[in-house]
């Protein structure tokens, strides 16, 4: 049988990553920026193409970006452009809509 601290500690771990959950949308804000499309990567995991471009950061969701809901605290992007050009960071998230923009 599990102790009681073990379990409460199991639940509050849990809970803790599953209630910080945020909205990202990657864009960019140059018709030149990457080539004609850049390819995002969250984790290491394809989400998408960028294909389109901004004047300023767009909502999330906005056609021609990326959009990913992310949980937790450790999350890692990394954005290829057709042209080779590469990105990478740790999203530092709020909740809610957060942006990233590839310049």
Not at 25 to 37: E, M, Q, R, V
Not at 47 to 72: E, F, H, L, M, Q
Request: net charge positive; proline share 1%; charged share 15%.
């Amino acid at each position: 049988m599990m102790s009681k601290k073990l379990l409460l500690f199991l639940f509050l771990t849990v809970n803790t990553a599953t209630l910080f959950a945020s909205t990202v949308t990657f864009w960019t804000n140059s018709k030149t920026t990457g080539g004609s499309y850049i390819e995002i990567y969250v984790n290491n995991v394809y989400r998408g193409k960028i294909t389109s471009y901004y004047g300023s950061a767009p909502d999330c969701g906005a056609r021609g970006c990326v959009t990913v809901n992310v949980t937790g605290t450790n999350n890692t992007w990394r954005a290829v452009g057709q042209d080779g050009s590469e990105w990478t960071g740790r999203l530092s998230l709020s909740s809610g809509c957060n942006t990233v923009r590839l310049h």
